[in-house]
């Protein structure tokens, strides 16, 4: 690829400061960008290092004011990072979807496929499937019977979507991931777990993200929902009959256990964990690692297992390591105290 | 579907109080029930709430006195969680099984297929294989060679089994799940990790069920075994020549390292890791999200990480939150202390 | 089998000391060993085992000096470990690979396929892919547009491999493994989540093993790097353009968050968690379940959650189940302390 920076500026309504007729040849983060790269610098930490990029042209807040010892020439925008993958998206188009069932596609009784949508080699539906248009099912994954697609959805190689799946619209659902299995639900019954039998379903709002190898069971009796605008990472685990609201952020290897339910426009970080029949309010934050064992009331900020708020958490951070020191400091406590202890008892 | 409370009693023999002619048009859980619902009440902390119930009838245990109070009809059982289960598999019987080979199956040769199996489509299915009678195999899963399903066994979809993996009756594999890939064993050779030879197993009982994305390696020589009756649920990875012994149950998201013995009717708890060549005991208990660094004898319930026993957590997880403030504490001890040191010195 | 001692001992040109003619009909771990296996003794801890031992013959370093106690025939080696995986190899030969595109398999345009490679049945291929020569390529897996997998490399069943990744020769991949996938990338647009254009790719170096679910995401906009002769085993999670440097061990359940560089030779234990922007230094080793929130120099060895030197981690572990005495025994002195001040203070 080869733009003038003009051209660029043009996409996104980016007022310039330098060589409008510069080519650039690519785009790149901050720190591996290189001449003829276009970048962003979305704020004062990355505006700070602007003297060291030796990026072409980097996207900068409206608000920034050029210093001479700029290197770069400079894009204004109101939202840096937004319009810079707005450049990208526009400059490397995804190819235009070419509606097609392949051959080799299985499909079931009932089952409807709409308008422009494309299904790939190997892909199996089964019946009363109703597929939206211009949706994209790609190679070796299967869909069970009952389930919906919405309309512009992707779902990505050898993903498993059980009986009763429905999602909505501009669904992204990443390779290996699993939805709609049955939760994990078993009864004693003398002999040992009896199988509970799962009836219920999955349903899952507009313009959900599904990351790769993530599981979402089906309700045992009602339902597993994601809401809308959702994003869900990597090998996260979604136990039945969770409830999660619209615009959540759920980072990769979470772990959310049975009938717990999510509010709206939380962020559940890395690695944490929740335990079931909770209540996580929405907009709380959940810190990476962390272990949630009981409700969260909404716009906390929790960290740390068991949990506790978050500032407390980066002081307990910084004193694990010193509980050895503690510990020391406590027994010399104890022993000057109890010489000194004698010693008035003995002046006594 | 809509059934009479009469019929409900019928299906597990249970005594009713109340309409017998009462309609119930469907089951649900205890807090989203509502009128028409058939829920349970399986104890005290769902009895005690028997009054703010919206549903149409309520299975509770034989030893419940009925109230004036009580909103619903009852049926009374010795295991109401347990009749409530039968009843719904009851009202929601699993179509039944239709003996069938996908013509897109591919079968290797020496591979036999038992009585009234079903095997979808794009299954794959290697040499020296042996399919039990009234299996359901489902689309896109491949089975290795030397492989064996025991009758009324259930493999979902895009499912691995590797090579000489034999499994007992009645088995349900979750989708995406792994059995039989090689452990994790390098060797040294100076130049860098080389890999050992694989040339083990896995063994699976009878009734066992594995979760979706759960991965259980083979041994390395010998056997990695999971006992009759286990549940293992989704994104469990368990590690070359691990044994499990029967009944134990493994939730979300463990994971075993290698050579680790697990007994029997053993609960390994949501996110627990555990680590190699150790012993947990019969019938122990490891807490959620604990890590198990050293044998476990029998019986015993450990939590925290490096585990402890489960009263003692409690008592740190009290704790961990305060230690800023102990910190602080001592800090004060130690400057008071050392005050009333400088003046007695100074009084002697 | 069964092959002689002297059989045995001519596949790595080992001393023997015992009976040459002896029948060896098994390998076997030490603690499973019976008569007739040969196993090994790699270290102090087995040597000083070996009286108990019920193996045929166990592999000894050059070292060891034989005991009339030793109760089974002994074979000598510089590294008795690799060369008993080696006469594991030997004994039991991986079947040759048979040269096979099956007839089920889809191929895309100007895709290549190098001599001696096996596609198995359902196979999907993109465009513009390269299969080096002697691949071997498992059923239902399916690789995206432009990638490329280097000579005597296999690729189990059931992964994905997504568009733009690259990777050098004999690399394992086991089942249901996902490559290149989008990773966990959006920017604020005011109405909600917006996802990010994602144009990277994923290269990956000779002699690499990937472990069976393992997601590694494309970068964002450059690469994601896996250097040559690194190991990851079941469930691990490496985010958008991580880099990890050669013959690095990533052991399950890891997790590496976005743009964090791993150095060579390093040692990430089970479920240990790496934030992301960090670096950690050549040779490092992190323990298992740690969580490693700051970057690492080089050859540091670290634990705990926060992270912490290893030596501090084994003192912290051994204090955290102590914390409920230690905070009585500060109240206790507390105590004692106030009643000794008011006493002094009395007697003024």
């Given at each position: 690829m080869?733009v003038t920076?003009?051209?660029?500026?043009?996409?996104?309504?980016?007022?310039?400061s330098?060589d409008r007729?510069m080519?650039?040849?690519?785009v790149?983060?901050f720190?591996e960008?290189?001449?003829?790269d276009?970048t962003?610098?979305?704020?004062?930490?990355f505006l700070?290092?602007l003297?060291?990029?030796r990026a072409?042209?980097?996207?900068?807040?409206?608000?920034y004011t050029?210093k001479?010892s700029?290197?770069?020439?400079?894009?204004?925008?109101?939202?840096?990072?937004?319009?810079?993958?707005k450049?990208?998206?526009h400059l490397?188009?995804q190819?235009?979807?070419?509606a097609?069932?392949h051959?080799?596609?299985v499909?079931g009784?009932?089952?409807?496929i709409?308008?422009?949508?494309?299904v790939e080699?190997?892909?199996?539906l089964g019946?009363?499937?109703v597929i939206?248009?211009?949706?994209?099912?790609?190679?070796n994954?299967v869909?069970?019977?009952?389930?919906?697609i919405g309309?512009?959805?992707?779902?990505k190689?050898?993903?498993?979507?059980?009986d009763l799946?429905?999602m909505?619209?501009?669904?992204?659902v990443?390779?290996?991931?699993v939805?709609?299995?049955d939760?994990?639900?078993?009864?004693q019954d003398?002999?040992?777990?009896a199988?509970q039998a799962h009836?219920?379903r999955v349903?899952?709002?507009?313009?959900?993200?599904?990351?790769a190898?993530?599981c979402?069971?089906r309700?045992?009796?009602?339902?597993t929902?994601i809401?809308?605008g959702?994003k869900?990472?990597?090998q996260?685990?979604i136990?039945?009959?969770?409830?999660i609201g619209?615009n959540?952020l759920v980072?990769?290897q979470?772990g959310?256990?049975?009938?717990t339910?999510?509010?709206k426009g939380?962020?559940?970080?890395?690695r944490?964990?929740?335990?079931?029949?909770?209540?996580?309010?929405?907009?709380?934050i959940?810190?990476?690692?962390a272990?949630?064992?009981?409700?969260i009331p909404?716009h906390?900020?929790v960290s740390?297992m068991?949990h506790?708020?978050h500032?407390?958490?980066l002081?307990?951070?910084?004193?694990?390591?010193?509980?050895?020191?503690?510990?020391?400091?406590l027994?010399a406590?104890?022993?000057?105290?109890?010489q000194m202890?004698?010693?008035i008892?003995?002046?006594?």
């Open positions: 080869s920076l003009e051209d660029i500026a043009g996409i996104i309504g980016a007022r310039i330098g007729t080519a650039i040849t690519g790149s983060s720190e960008a290189g001449p003829g276009l962003f610098a979305g704020d004062s930490r700070s290092r003297p060291d990029t072409g042209a980097v996207l900068v807040p409206n608000t050029p001479a700029d290197p770069a020439d400079l894009l204004f925008s109101p939202n840096p990072k937004l319009d810079f993958f450049v990208v998206a490397f188009p190819p235009s979807l070419v097609a069932v051959p080799s596609a499909i009784t009932d089952t409807v709409g308008d422009g949508s494309r080699a190997n892909v199996v019946d009363g499937v939206g248009s211009k949706v994209h099912i790609m190679a994954t869909i069970g019977n009952q389930c919906c309309d512009h959805s992707v779902i190689p050898n993903v498993s979507i059980m799946t429905c909505g619209s501009n669904a992204i990443h390779p290996g991931a939805i709609g299995s939760g994990y639900g078993f009864t003398g002999a040992g777990h199988k009836t219920g349903e899952i709002g507009d313009h959900v993200e599904i990351g190898c993530t979402i069971d309700g045992t009796l009602g339902v929902r809401g809308s959702v869900i990472d990597n996260v685990h136990a039945h009959n969770v409830k619209d959540t980072v990769a979470v959310i256990a049975g009938s339910q999510v509010g939380v962020i559940l970080a890395g944490a964990a929740v335990t079931g029949h909770i209540t996580i309010g929405d907009h709380a959940v810190g990476p690692h272990g949630v064992t009981a409700s909404p906390d900020i740390g068991p506790m708020p500032k407390t958490w002081k307990v951070a910084n004193i694990i390591s010193r509980l050895p020191g503690m510990r020391k400091q027994q406590l104890e022993k000057r105290f109890s202890e004698s010693k008892n003995t002046s006594e």
